[in-house]
């Protein structure tokens, strides 16, 4: 029986704890597993008897073009294999997990996707920050800091005039912009977070407002890959309140 097959499988945010059941009884299937730059390579060892191929960019290396991981994986399953496309968060959130599973569709490889934590949503939640809250705000955005074009996107002044959490992924190199959009819809006083490799042993995260954010993370050298959180919900993160402490007396009204 044919087992020419692609999935899709979200690793999660970083720390291999936090990938799915099914995402490891998938790695325990594979016959090969291509994965990513933000993958943990812990997660590897699931996968014993698969060919592992990196497919990421470390440190500035060559990385492999999104054309030459589609070729790879077809190339893989046509020889009746189960390829495994090991990704960082969910496969669905900024991950071109669609690209592929089309890409596969063609020729007449069977596919799956097994959903992951995405950094988005799983990052705010280990640092205690509700992406909801009642009476605080009404919806969530998940928006890329960065176009394909290198461009500052467009949906980021749309989010900063609604009451959203919003949730910036690739956005470090647009900050400065991202706070000036802010400011202008929100004010000075908008709690922002911004977190590097959440969930890992190297995390690095700061907490602020609008006002000093950009300070703090020059200052605690905070870089890519992170997430920015704006919204009054990052209020409730455990860091924040230490950040508050720093300031006192610049949240009135917020006990301590
Ligand atoms: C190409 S996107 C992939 C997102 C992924 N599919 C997800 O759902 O998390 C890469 C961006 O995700 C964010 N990211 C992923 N893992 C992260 C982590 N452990 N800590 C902070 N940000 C992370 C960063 O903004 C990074 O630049």
Redesign the pocket.
Known sequence: MSQKKLILV?AG??DPELISLKGIKALQRADVVLYDA?VHTDLLDYAEKAEKIYVGKRNGEHNASQEEINKLIVHHALQNKIVVRL?????F???RGQEELEYAQQFDIATEVIP?I???TG?PALHNIPLTKRGSNESVWITTGTTSACKLSGDIEIAAKSSATVVV???MSQLSKIISIFKKFRGEELPVAV??????QNERSVTGTIADIEKLVAEHHIK????IVLGEVVENSSNYMMQEKAHAGKFPGKKI
């Not at 990704?87 to 496969?91: H, N, S, Y």
């Not at 977190?195 to 890992?200: D, M, P, R, V, Y």
């Not at 890519?224 to 997430?227: E, H, K, L, N, V």
């Open positions: 979200g945010p970083g933000l990704k960082g968060g969910d496969p959130i900024f991950g992951g995405s950094s988005a990052i992924l690739m956005g977190i590097q490799n959440g969930s890992l890519s890959p992170a997430i």
